[in-house]
């Protein structure tokens, strides 16, 4: 979707489309229940320009899970904004892991057209081989004495 170009009237869940009345409603929390959500940094809705708050389907998902940790786990709410910014750590994380391994994979591809390129271009001519006889005679080396050592 990248290389694609949004249509700037597609909705998607990250569109703030629904004021706060309808977000409460759908959420199943009062209006002042976000407002405080939204001073404590838990959902951030988007604002217009009048400053009015405008909540995504997004939102609304974490506004349910916000009420589910609180009311059914127990959970405070300094709590659930310390899960909330961890699983928004561990997804980044993870978005970024899924973009190592694309790169990492593009270059094992990289890598994988040299290597055959290089065995392409090896040389393919037949050497002839001779068998040497073994011998059990001794063979002394001695090094060539420089001028300098004398004789």
């Given at each position: 979707?990248?290389?694609?170009?949004?249509?700037?009237?597609?909705?998607?869940?990250?569109?703030?489309?629904?004021?706060?009345?309808v977000?409460?409603?759908l959420?199943?929390?009062?209006?002042?229940?976000?407002?405080q959500?939204?001073?404590?940094?838990?959902v951030?809705?988007?604002?217009?320009?009048?400053?009015?708050?405008?909540?995504?389907?997004?939102?609304?998902?974490?506004?349910?899970?916000?009420?589910?940790?609180?009311?059914?786990?127990?959970?405070?709410l300094?709590?659930?904004?310390?899960?909330i910014e961890?699983?928004?750590q561990?997804?980044?994380?993870?978005?970024?892991?899924?973009?190592?391994?694309?790169?990492?994979?593009?270059?094992?591809?990289?890598?994988?057209?040299?290597?055959?390129?290089?065995?392409?271009?090896?040389?393919?001519?037949?050497?002839?081989?001779q068998?040497?006889?073994?011998?059990?005679?001794?063979?002394?080396?001695?090094?060539?004495?420089?001028?300098?050592?004398?004789?």
């Amino acid at each position: 979707m990248e290389g694609r170009r949004r249509n700037p009237y597609e909705l998607t869940e990250e569109s703030p489309v629904y004021v706060i009345s309808v977000a409460a409603q759908l959420s199943g929390l009062h209006p002042q229940t976000l407002r405080q959500y939204d001073r404590l940094g838990l959902v951030s809705p988007d604002r217009t320009a009048g400053r009015g708050r405008r909540y995504s389907a997004r939102d609304i998902e974490l506004l349910r899970q916000v009420q589910q940790l609180s009311q059914d786990e127990g959970i405070n709410l300094a709590g659930i904004k310390r899960i909330i910014e961890l699983e928004n750590q561990v997804a980044a994380l993870q978005s970024r892991v899924a973009e190592l391994e694309s790169a990492l994979d593009g270059a094992a591809a990289t890598m994988r057209q040299r290597e055959a390129a290089v065995h392409a271009s090896y040389r393919r001519d037949l050497v002839p081989y001779q068998e040497v006889q073994q011998t059990s005679a001794l063979v002394v080396w001695r090094p060539k004495r420089s001028p300098q050592q004398g004789d």
